[in-house]
């Protein structure tokens, strides 16, 4: 038994476009994204996406935690050290765990409830599929960008931690370890920000996310091997701009002009507010057929 959902049978069936007469009505708009919200961060944050993304985002953390414990020679540069090795490691964090999770958790917001038959409810509703975008995008990146930043900060602590409690407190508080630990935080929230947007709008076009997952991930690994042209199209490039301590790419890399913070902060965003916007074009034109799945 096959059912279709026609894009515009919600707005129709409240009795009109919600947008109203003379203009958006963001208060509505407003309602609608919290309402939204209220319904999805749940998915996000209990279950099997949130069990997935706590595992990536974790697992580090616990590794990290048995080098700190185990009585090892750590080295006297003191946290400072602690910071540079953690400097190094970061890129490697944000291109398997940053990426996996974006790409399981973004490319299922629309994936998964076709497959559980229950996508229809939202589009029977009075919203807007802009407005329903929007609040699902919302719903994943507060979910992701919370428990990353939760485990960069970890991570970065624990970097510095093997020195001594007062080594740390003078690293971070009276040295530039919390600015670092900041930026760093930033940077990953800005990750997830760009890959969320790539990866829910892929999600709109392929049923399987192995195939782009898997040729968009083997593009920001081998980004440093790139000419500068084509090292820009990458969300991986403007974030190693804003790297607070910079990191060596290796003897094989091709070296480009870094992009300057002013620029890629604004570009990043401006990238992913396009995809979103695509994103919800997209969204306008979905049309449901269970027993196609």
Known sequence: MSTTIDPVAGAARAGGDPTGAFGIDWALIRRQIGGILRLEISKNLIGGRALILYVLAFAPVLLVSLWVVVPIDKGLGGPASGAAIFANIFPFYVRVSVYL??????????????????????LLTPIRREVLTAGKYLSALIAMSLTFALSTALLFVLF??????????????????????????????????GYGAVFLLAGQFFRNPLVPGLVLWVWELINFLLPPLLKKISVVHYLRSLYPIPVVEGPFAIIADPTPAWLSIPGLLVFTSLVLIAAGWRARRIEITYGGE
Do not use: K, T
Not at 107 to 114: K, Q, T
Not at 169 to 187: E, H, Q, T
């Open 101 to 122: 999770s974006a790409l399981l958790l973004f490319m299922s917001l629309y994936r998964a409830e076709i497959l559980e038959r229950s996508l229809h409810y939202y």
């Open 160 to 193: 510095c931690a093997p020195w001594g409690v007062g080594e740390l407190m003078g690293y971070l508080f009276r040295g530039p370890g919390m600015g670092n630990l900041l930026a760093y935080v930033g940077i990953v929230i800005l990750g997830c920000a």
